[in-house]
């Protein structure tokens, strides 16, 4: 299978953009998922198919995806987008997840 | 409203049996696939395996082929995840969650609450 590298952590100030990266080799032919996870809560999709947010998701999240990066994008950030970040992509018949990124909004 | 409810949290010693189960309402369950994810204490997410409901076709990640077991009952819209010999390193939270658009290479649009098992 292979493997998504993801940076453990993304600082951002409120009002500014983050950008989470995740990398993997041929990324780009493969459909990326992200979801936003906090504390003691389960996860939750924010963009699927490399660009698309379901509903409900701010507009604010954006994605993109091509040759070996994908990028997940909070424009705006607010204190409530401070989370865990977790790519996901599928291989093989099997799903493979990034390492996450922690976003701090200070 | 799409809802996952999985069961409550366990306590069991190493060596004992276990199935924690993930209910499916506010849709037809047997349209969509349902995927297992683990995420061990303050770690990240992990795929365990996924099952198709409709003719509970599963498939695995490699690690955990042979020591876990994914079942679904149509019936009752239940997916279920089962251990017949519990390790300490099982100690996690085990999280189900559909696949959007029925597709088995999908994303995971609704999950589960989470169950927390502790082996010690």
């Known amino acids: 299978s292979f493997e998504l590298t993801q940076p453990p952590s993304v600082s951002v100030s409120p009002g500014q953009t983050a950008s989470i990266t995740c990398s993997g080799d041929r990324l780009g032919d493969r459909y990326v998922f992200w979801y936003q996870q906090k504390p003691g809560h389960s996860p939750v999709l924010v963009i699927y198919?490399?660009?698309n947010r379901p509903s409900g998701i701010p507009e604010r999240f954006s994605g993109s995806n091509s040759a070996n990066t994908a990028t997940l994008t909070i424009s705006g950030t607010q204190t409530l987008d401070e989370a865990d970040y977790y790519c996901?992509?599928?291989?093989?018949?099997?799903?493979?997840f990034g390492p996450g990124t922690k976003v701090t909004v200070l | 409203e799409v809802q996952l409810v999985q069961s409550g949290a366990e306590v069991k010693k190493p060596g004992e049996s276990l199935r924690i189960s993930c209910k499916g309402s506010?849709?037809?369950?047997?349209?969509?696939?349902i995927t297992w994810v683990r995420q061990m204490p303050g770690k990240g997410l992990e795929w365990m395996g996924t099952i198709d409901p409709s003719d509970t076709y599963t498939n695995y990640w490699p690690s955990f082929h042979g020591h876990v077991t994914i079942a679904a009952d149509e019936s009752t819209n239940t997916a279920y995840l089962q251990w017949t010999s519990l390790k300490a390193s099982d100690t996690a939270m085990y999280y189900c969650?559909?696949?959007?658009?029925?597709?088995?290479?999908?994303?995971?649009?609704?999950w589960g609450q989470g169950s927390l098992v502790a082996v010690s």
């Open positions: 996901q992509a599928w291989g093989a018949g099997t799903a493979v």
């Open positions: 506010g849709y037809r369950f047997s349209s969509f696939w």
């Open positions: 969650a559909r696949h959007k658009d029925g597709s088995s290479t999908s994303s995971f649009d609704y």
């Open positions: 198919q490399d660009s």
